[in-house]
């Protein structure tokens, strides 16, 4: 089976979609499947081109083996809807128009966001003759009309179209919540095709962290590793680290993004000194950090959209063994709650976060036993060959489909 990646995110850009998609098709390339992924110079977030690439029309390249190859990206930062939509534009286009330099494949899968590339995937798939699979970690475009980014009715009109347009030519549409499954199952053109693909993590990268002890003084050690987006409202995470104090909590906040430049300057206040900004760091460097902190914090805005949403970072923290606090509503918070690796409160409400804070420094035996917990639930649920199986299931009924159609 030939499986080609679309996608606008990849290493070595740091990130959650991008370390999810090296890790899938590096597994899958293991696993005897002929992988391509075909995406774009590295620019996120800063919209600045890596000094290891070029803004070439096409080049290729072996990543951990994974055969790469690259079109060129109008780049733009990760801030201004106006440029990042051209930015988005720039690749789709450019994927399209380069896709016969590309490897034959039999089945080709778009990530959406965003969603010109799930659009470009239907051209794409059908140069290859390919059975297009469409990936949607996040829905758009209702997300950007909830985070206010988009509110022209013609244009959320013509993005809508386009959404259906995907769901209309994909022979699956792969998305990993139960919420998503349940929403996009409710829509004409993605009815009897939606297939839960639950996120999973790399339990392997996060076996040397230490297990926390039942012990342990002075201020709880807090971990926020991830985008500093619109989304994630990490504002609330200062100003819980604030009402909580230095004597109570330390926090570090590891990422970068379109608020990270507010956060910098808010801390510049000297408002909350017992938080520190370290920007955007190697993922790599993410198990340590976790090995040197307490607890983890996950934050998402309290918006309805959010309530299907299952951050990456939740997972990572728990194969980490740190207990995760989330502030979020849905599927999130039940799903930490399920797995009893943490404690969930209400999205944008610092004092909530303060008090669960509170509650971890002031038992760390607690603490420990939710840490644990959670790297039992991890080890036994979400390691990643269990999920590497099921794409592969998937990606081969797919193919088949393809094959058995007249």
Not at 125 to 150: C, F, I, T, Y
Not at 289 to 313: H, I, Q
Request: hydrophobic letters at 50%; a positive charge.
């Amino acid at each position: 089976m030939r499986v080609t990646f679309l996608t606008h995110y990849f290493p070595p850009e740091v990130g959650a979609p991008q370390a999810r998609i090296r890790a899938l098709a590096e597994r899958l390339s293991a696993a005897r499947v002929e992988v391509t992924v075909h995406t774009c110079p590295p620019h996120y977030p800063d919209g600045r081109i890596q000094a290891t690439h070029r803004n070439r029309p096409f080049s290729r390249e072996r990543v951990a083996g994974v055969r790469v190859v690259r079109s060129a990206v109008y780049p733009a930062a990760n801030a201004g809807v106006v440029r990042r939509l051209a930015d988005h534009a720039s690749f789709a286009a450019s994927a399209v128009a380069t896709a016969p330099l590309a490897p034959p494949a039999d089945v080709v899968v778009a990530e959406s966001p965003p969603l010109f590339l799930g659009a470009a995937g239907i051209a794409y798939a059908a140069s290859k003759r390919a059975a297009l699979v469409v990936n949607v970690a996040d829905r758009w475009p209702e997300s950007a009309v909830q985070l206010g980014m988009l509110h022209d009715p013609r244009l959320i009109a013509l993005a809508e179209r386009l959404e259906r347009a995907c769901y209309r030519h994909a022979a699956l549409v792969t998305v990993p919540t139960e919420g998503l499954v349940d929403e996009l199952g409710s829509i004409p053109e993605a009815a009897g095709k939606v297939e839960q693909l639950p996120p999973a993590v790399d339990v392997e990268r996060f076996a040397s962290v230490p297990a926390l002890g039942p012990g342990g003084g002075g201020p709880l050690r807090v971990l926020y590793a991830g985008t500093i987006g619109l989304a994630q409202g990490v504002a609330t995470l200062v100003e819980a680290a604030g009402l909580a104090g230095p004597a109570t909590v330390q926090v570090t906040i590891a990422g970068g993004g379109a608020e990270a430049a507010a956060i910098e300057r808010r801390l510049a206040g000297g408002s909350a000194p017992n938080v520190e900004l370290l920007g955007i760091v190697p993922h790599e460097r993410v198990p340590t950090l976790l090995g040197d902190a307490d607890a983890a914090v996950v934050l998402l805005r309290d918006r309805p959209l959010f309530e299907r949403a299952l951050p990456t970072k939740i997972l990572e923290a728990m194969a980490a063994g740190r207990p995760v606090v989330v502030s979020a509503r849905g599927e999130a918070a039940r799903f930490v709650e399920r797995a009893g690796a943490g404690i969930a409160v209400a999205p944008e409400d610092p004092g909530a976060l303060a008090a669960a804070l509170g509650e971890l420094a002031a038992d760390r035996g607690r603490a420990a036993s939710l840490g644990a917990a959670g790297r039992r639930f991890a080890e036994k649920r979400l390691a990643r060959p269990i999920s590497v199986e099921r794409w592969r299931a998937a990606l081969e009924r797919a193919a088949a489909a393809r094959l058995s159609r007249p």
